[in-house]
T-cell receptor
Framework: GAVVSQHPSWVICKSGTSVKIECRSL??????MFWYRQFPKQSLMLMAT?????????EQGVEKDKFLINHASLTLSTLTVTSAHPEDSSFYIC????????????FGPGTRLLVL | GENVEQHPSTLSVQEGDSAVIKCTYS??????FPWYKQELGKRPQLIID?????GEKKDQRIAVTLNKTAKHFSLHITETQPEDSAVYFC????????????FGKGTTLSVSS
């Protein structure tokens, strides 16, 4: 149990385009989802926290108008990178937690984004 | 907010030796401390966690200790094997709905045979 999927697993796009990444909890209802970004050989940096049905809370330094997060249901959150630029190229990972699972966060497999 | 420091950044051991990774945290309200193992290009995998009401927890070759007073916790891997080679991250959070994990910078463990 407690499986989180992400789609797509990798994406290449042109500079200036937008990319949407989906994060789904497959066998549990995720009251909260988190989005992280990981640059090569670095740690996971929290971008935002998303609770179902409410606006996401962004970490300092993360542009909310550039990284649009939607958590419309208890099993789906989406991250849209708008007007992507090469510096947005990174590994984006979501995680999900449910109250019944206590504090444990379950991570998706990640999405590798390359902006040309 | 919470800040998690992790040391060392790299650790090389011989197969069969023990490995210890240490982390400190800043927020005394944090009470949940998981450790993740991440292989290249893959998702972090939870290997062990500890809550603040426990001082030590063990699972086969892996153990974690927590010192709440000093605000530090450590990962101990005994009898290391080449397949233990990976990046290990410690993290901290407050055990309540909606609190994110804050990660340390990671330790690259290399186990040579």
């Amino acid at each position: 149990g407690a499986v989180v999927s992400q789609h797509p697993s990798w994406v290449i796009c042109k500079s200036g385009t937008s990319v949407k990444i989906e994060c789904r909890s497959l066998d549990f209802q995720a009251t909260t989802m988190f989005w992280y970004r990981q640059f090569p050989k670095q740690s996971l940096m929290l971008m935002a926290t998303s609770n179902e049905g409410s606006k996401a809370t962004y970490e300092q330094g993360v542009e909310k108008d550039k990284f649009l997060i939607n958590h419309a249901s208890l099993t789906l959150s989406t991250l849209t990178v708008t007007s992507a630029h090469p510096e947005d190229s990174s590994f984006y990972i979501c995680s999900a937690r449910a109250v019944r699972l206590k504090e444990t966060q379950y991570f998706g497999p990640g999405t590798r984004l390359l902006v040309l | 907010g919470e800040n998690v420091e992790q040391h060392p950044s790299t650790l090389s051991v011989q197969e069969g030796d023990s490995a210890v990774i240490k982390c400190t945290y800043s927020d005394s309200a944090s009470n949940y401390f998981p450790w993740y193992k991440q292989e290249l290009g893959k998702r972090p995998q939870l290997i062990i966690d500890i809550r603040s009401n426990v001082g030590e927890k063990k699972d086969q070759r892996i153990a974690v200790t927590l010192n709440k007073t000093a605000k530090h916790f450590s990962l101990h891997i005994t009898e290391t094997q080449p397949e233990d080679s990976a990046v290990y991250f410690c993290a901290a959070s407050i055990s309540q709905a909606g609190t994110a994990l804050i990660f340390g910078k990671g330790t690259t463990l290399s186990v040579s045979s």
